[in-house]
Each structure stands twice: as C-alpha cells, then as structure tokens.
C-alpha cells in the first residue's frame, strides 16, 4: 500500500523560512516526478512546484525565487525549502507523487501558518 506523509507545517513569522517533507513508501515502480501544493482558506488547490525523476524543476511564479524543491531519489523524498513566507502563502501544503506506472498518491497536507 502506497503511502505519503507530508510533514514540517509550522507557524512562523513572515519573512521567515520553513522546510517541508514528504516521504513515499510503498511505491514498486519508481517514481517519476513529485509535485507541492497548495490550498489557502476558501479557494482552490493550486500548484506550487514540481521535480522530475531527470532533475528538472519548475515553479509557480508567485513562489519562484522564493522556494526551492529538491528530492532524494533513494529515500523517495522530497523538499520545499520556503524562504521569505509572505503572509498569504498560508495554507495546507500537498506532496503528490507520480510513479513510473503512471498513478498518483496524494498526502493528507501539512498546515503552514504565516503571521504578519
């Protein structure tokens, strides 16, 4: 059975940093990309960045510059590093994992909380 936890939701203050995990289990396939999102209060999930089995990342444009997403292959992991949280970056964060066979696996979110 496939698993993803997310997991280093905080409340921090803005202007500061947060790192963000997400680990798989269970995959057999591989995996072929991993992706961050995002659900504010009140509106839709939206897509944050994303990581390619080759290395190749891509980035929203309200966080690119901002985050970084990185992964480690041999752990099935994946990162957001999130620096210069602005207030209205607040919400539940989502990994999504895409594997090789082509299925996805979603986590449960973890809540980030940005005071100004």
């Known amino acids: 059975q496939v698993h993803v936890v997310e997991s280093g939701g905080d409340l921090v203050q803005a202007g500061g940093s947060l790192r963000l995990s997400c680990l798989a289990s269970g995959i057999t396939s591989g995996i072929y990309g991993m992706t961050w999102h995002r659900q504010a209060p009140g509106k839709e999930r939206e897509f944050l960045a994303k990581i390619y089995i080759n290395g190749h990342t891509d980035y929203a444009d309200s966080v690119k510059g901002r985050f970084t997403i990185s992964r480690d292959g041999a752990k099935n992991a994946s990162y957001l590093q999130m620096d210069g949280l602005k207030p209205e970056d607040t919400g539940v964060y989502y990994c999504?994992?895409?594997?090789?066979?082509?299925?996805?696996?979603w986590g449960q979110g973890t809540q980030v909380t940005v005071a100004s």
């Open positions: 999504r994992v895409v594997t090789l066979a082509k299925r996805d696996y």
